[in-house]
């Protein structure tokens, strides 16, 4: 009998604290040793010159489904993921809300087979509910979404509501993910845009101002200070949200700070010629490379702590189907956003080292999937990613796996792809082509992060 199920030589490993050369031996799932030379094995796998990187761990993930599915559903979006490189993600949909546990628990029931990676899922934060808190914390949900303005039907907080909720997640050990935009301001410049018969896309940047931005997260990281609570500042958009945030971590907010490919690559100005194709909230912020520069460095610095896609698609037909006010908001990032940071490490914007404590380590570790996730080490689960730094490729349209069809980063030349993607030690997907083997599970959660 084999000593391991599968043995990955020659390969070049990579956490946040480093790199070296490792032979990673598997079995029953999870990597039993990382200097397994001598070791005999069912499979073995040749790694010489890629690199071997932790499976990426998406923490704010939108599948609509149940729900909405002609978007997106489990099956076509995790094998997106699969074929990225990303293995476990966190998934909360807003057409059909998880708002108390029997939620939570058809919602699990309901995917139970549909998924090619393993999975966790969020709970919708309702204002004036902060007694849903704990039973859904206590049932398992991974997070708790929040909103600060009212966003795909889903009813903002305002500063009262948001101290309840936070005061509930403080007392029973809960972690939030929340959207800040101050409702009131961007309430106001609705009023004002539709008074003027605005319908231009240049609404968008003027609708979902810097300042709407700024004034929620600065008063959410001012509330998850004074409450003791744990959150998460979704989506942070410009390096002036992140200072807020930072400040009130140096004061002693249990506080984290995620942003996003789009904020990284994308501009302000191309709502104008892209329209309805750069309708995500917080819109793009960047105006000329120093911004851009400026949020690269944040990440290196570990001021902005994760990286997540927010993958939120719709089709191209959704996205014409009427005027800039009533498309959805969102953007496809599954597919791209592992191939977005390569390329970025391949360009110096990034260490490798980088995207393992960004797209792994960190976000594992924040929502509570560490140690079984978002590391390779003995006793993880094997959920690898075979990367090859040096592959020089381009970002189409025609390859998204997404049910969207298309990415926002379309003719974009990439250096560095994930070319083999295990999950608990089986390939899932190999050269950008799922298995498609549905063999993705519902994760828990610790019951203290790590």
């Not at 094995?41 to 993930?61: C, E, N």
């Not at 390779?376 to 349209?397: C, M, S, T, Y």
Request: proline share 6%; glycine share 10%.
């Amino acid at each position: 009998m084999p000593d391991a199920d599968l043995l990955i030589t020659g390969g070049t490993l990579v956490t946040s604290q480093g790199r070296r050369r490792a032979d990673v031996a598997v079995r029953d799932g999870r990597v039993l040793t990382l200097d397994g030379a001598g070791l005999s094995a069912a499979r073995t796998v040749d790694a010489t010159g890629l690199l071997l990187l932790p499976g990426g761990v998406d923490t704010h993930v939108h599948l609509m489904d149940p729900g909405s599915t002609d978007r997106e559903d489990f099956p076509s979006g995790t094998r997106a993921a699969a074929a990225s490189g990303v293995t476990t993600i966190i998934e909360h949909s807003h057409g059909r809300p998880v708002r108390t546990v029997r939620d939570l628990e058809e919602k699990a029931a309901y995917l139970s087979g549909r998924s090619n990676v393993d999975f966790a899922l969020a709970a919708h934060a309702w204002p004036g509910d902060p007694g849903a808190v704990a039973p859904l914390w206590e049932a398992g949900a991974a997070f708790f979404k929040v909103f600060t303005c009212t966003t795909h039907g889903i009813p903002g907080h305002d500063a009262a509501a948001l101290r309840a909720h936070l005061r509930a997640t403080a007392d029973a050990g809960a972690i939030s993910l929340i959207h800040c935009e101050d409702e009131s301001l961007t309430a106001a410049a609705e009023s004002v845009l539709r008074a003027a018969g605005r319908e231009d896309p240049g609404i968008l940047p003027e609708w979902r101002d810097r300042d709407a931005e700024v004034v929620a997260a600065a008063v959410a990281a001012l509330l998850i200070r004074r409450t003791g609570a744990r959150a998460t500042v979704a989506h942070v958009s410009h390096p002036e949200v992140a200072a807020y945030l930072a400040a009130e971590r140096a004061r002693g907010a249990r506080l984290y700070a995620e942003t996003c490919p789009q904020y990284l690559l994308l501009r302000e100005d191309e709502v104008h010629t892209h329209g309805p194709f750069r309708k995500f909230t917080p819109p793009a912020r960047a105006r000329h490379d120093q911004d851009e520069a400026a949020l690269w460095r944040l990440l290196r610095e570990g001021e902005l702590t994760h990286v997540s896609s927010d993958h939120a698609p719709s089709t191209p037909a959704q996205k014409s189907a009427g005027g800039i006010w009533d498309v959805h908001f969102g953007l496809p990032g599954l597919d791209s956003t592992m191939a977005v940071l390569l390329s970025a490490a391949a360009r110096g914007m990034l260490a490798y080292e980088d995207i393992a404590r960004l797209y792994s380590e960190a976000p594992a570790r924040i929502y509570g999937l560490w140690p079984r996730k978002g590391r390779i080490a003995p006793g993880a689960d094997a959920d690898l990613v075979l990367a090859d730094p040096q592959e020089r490729w381009r970002l189409r349209n025609e390859d998204v796996l997404s049910k969207a069809g298309w990415t926002p980063y379309d003719g974009m030349d990439m250096t560095g792809r994930a070319v083999a993607t295990y999950l608990r030690g089986e390939l899932i997907a190999e050269r950008g082509k799922p298995a498609d083997r549905r063999t993705g599970r519902l994760i828990s959660r610790r019951r203290t992060p790590g």
